[in-house]
């Protein structure tokens, strides 16, 4: 290298590109697992994890509102091969702390290039490589990689800004209006009453976190939401501590038993669905009392597991609403006023900060601009290989995790399935592996990606048209059953007709 160059012209030059054999994008749990798995059964191959955001943990990064919490259990949202050993329901800080242990103790750190947004990622048949172009967002610097594997692990929601409804009036409202996507580290609650839009999980942790500092908060809804109430804790693994049994003995038994226990809950859900309504509604009677319209503000209309069910350690969120500090309110919304908002009821809710709990905003593949051979590529035109593949598209894998059960379960169960095609490829010799519709499927329906009786969360029907299509035959489909998946993705024939090598 010749270190008397001249700094101006060096610095313009464009830098060559860096190849890996498998490029990861995005450092969240998925990253993080699926570079674990990577280096732990493919330890040959070489890789590089690229992140937009200054750190690891993805979601668990984006969002800083009081209270964020997951509405899982850590013990199977953490990794299978990591013990989790605090209580079931945990903080953002602490399943940053634990992917942070994860990174440290398997040497990952390296590996991640942080800053990085990727923005485009073009395949070419001539060489068999893709090659993505990131931008430094430190620097504005572009930057480019050749990969011979993308593994997709940038979620499914746009980290830089969440969804927010249009409502007339929202410019007159004299006070703020916030997401909790993008909370603010200058807000100040003390005193002030708010109005939280929603009664997702986001708006069941964030009330009862800020409930004791507000003068008053209010979720408002437009329709209840299914909540499941419990301890913060679980029993066997406090007994099986007692018992001095190894950390790594109580992560695997307690994974156990509440996988084995959830696929009985859904299997109820299914089977009779009035009686879970009846059980669940009752746990939130039992905080309440009987004199609250629970009817009214805790009784869905749909059928229970047709959206994720937020758990809510310790009733948290209702003991807030027994002691007065926090309210509910069920109603529509027909405009935004100087004071707060306007109910089509007609009644008016004062608020000084109105936080719209209202969801995110789809983002499919990480809005990356997607080309093979140079003509660009709209996911919504291809079809899922059991959601993780799709027809057409060479040499990428996507990590969409599970809604019903911990999103992490399918991460490490997809990280399998990826290194074994990897290892699978090396011993055919081939450069490329792509999913084709097989002769028995080409006269098959194509329907959307999941089916909205099944599952129908907003986010998803307001985007189905960008996501890829489904099939009728398991192979085509994106199943959101850990149960079945289990057994199916390590099962997969990665011969069949389904895959074509080169
Ligand atoms: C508030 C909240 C609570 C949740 N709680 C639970 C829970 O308790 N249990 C559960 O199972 N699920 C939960 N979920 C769903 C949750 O998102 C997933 O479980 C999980 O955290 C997703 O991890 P991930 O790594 O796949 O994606 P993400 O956490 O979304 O991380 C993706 C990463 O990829 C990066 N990225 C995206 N695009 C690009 C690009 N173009 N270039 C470079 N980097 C990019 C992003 O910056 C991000 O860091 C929750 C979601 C939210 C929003």
Redesign the pocket.
Known sequence: MNVLANPDTASSAPKPAEHFDVLI?????????SAYHLTQQMPDKSFVI????ES????????KYPG?????DLHT?GYRFKPWVGPP?ATSEEIKAYMGEVIAENDLARHIRYK????RASWSSATNLWTVD?VRTDSGEPTTFTANFLWM?????R?SEGYTPEWTGMDKFKGRIVH??RWPEDIALKDKKVVVIGSG??AA?LIPAIAGECAHVTMLQRSPTYFRVGRNAIELAETLRQLQVKEEWIHEIVRRKILFEQDAFTQRCIAEPEQVKKELISQITAVLGPDYDVEKHFTPNYRPWRQ?IAFVPDADLFEGIKSGKASVVTDEIDRFTEKGILLKSGEELEADIIVTATG?NL?VL???AFSIDGKPLNFGDTVTYRGMMFTGVPNLVW?????R????LR?DLVADFVCRLLAHMKKKGAKKVVPALRAEDHNMPLLSWIDPENFNPGYMMRNMNLLPKRGDKPEWQHSQDYWAEKDEIPAIDLDDAAFAYD
């Open positions: 994008v995005g450092a969240g749990i998925s990253g993080i697992g690229l992140e937009t955001q690891f943990g993805g979601t668990w990064l984006t969002h964020i919490r997951s509405d899982s949202f329901i990085h947004r990727i923005e990131a692990c940038q979620g499914y929601y980290h909790p996507q999980a986001t942790t994720r995110f983002c990480g809005d990356i990590v969409f995790g599970y809604f059960a911990s999103w992490t991460t």
